[in-house]
């Protein structure tokens, strides 16, 4: 019973597969942007602390030698799906959150000739457990993938 009890406060994250990424899509790219869901209820954001989250990532991006412009176009974008979920009023203490970071960038359709703004680059993980540490555990996911972006990142633009 004691080791159920253990498992039913851990963490669960999980990964799932790149769906139609493609790392050599990060090729010959300089510098990004970083931008993230608005979720509309500040108390909600303030609670995940996604504030903090994205300056985190901006760090971690920063850190690695990747430069940050927020007037580009091409940017990781950052969806954490929590809406609606009662563990933010404290009614319940489960939580299963997707977290999403998504490259998003204009690609030119050589049959049409004609530029599109696709997603090139993405990686989801499904984030949930018991009690009210979501934001750590989140905060976590979303900085987990970032270490992914910035792999394969490298992986195309060798640091000279």
């Not at 406060?9 to 990060?26: D, E, G, K, Y």
């Not at 009023?89 to 530029?115: A, S, T, W």
Request: net charge negative; charged share 20%; hydrophobic share 40%.
């Amino acid at each position: 019973m004691a080791i159920n009890l253990l498992l039913a406060l851990a963490p669960l994250i999980a990964t799932v597969p790149p769906q139609h990424s493609s790392v050599t899509s990060l090729t010959g790219v300089t510098t990004v942007n970083v931008a993230m869901d608005r979720l509309g209820d500040p108390g909600f954001e303030e609670y995940l602390g996604l504030k903090q989250i994205r300056k985190d990532v901006e760090n971690k991006l920063r850190l690695a030698g990747i430069k940050i412009d927020h007037s580009l176009t091409p940017h990781l974008f950052i969806d954490i799906d929590c809406r609606g979920k009662g563990y933010i009023q404290g009614r319940h203490k489960e939580y299963n959150c997707p977290v999403e970071v998504q490259f998003n960038q204009f690609v030119r359709l050589i049959r049409d000739d004609m530029e599109v703004f696709v997603t090139t680059w993405n990686q989801t993980r499904h984030v949930g457990g018991s009690g009210y540490s979501a934001s750590e555990h989140i905060r976590e996911a979303v900085l987990n993938i970032i270490d992914m972006f910035i792999n394969d990142y490298f992986e195309v633009n060798p640091k000279k």
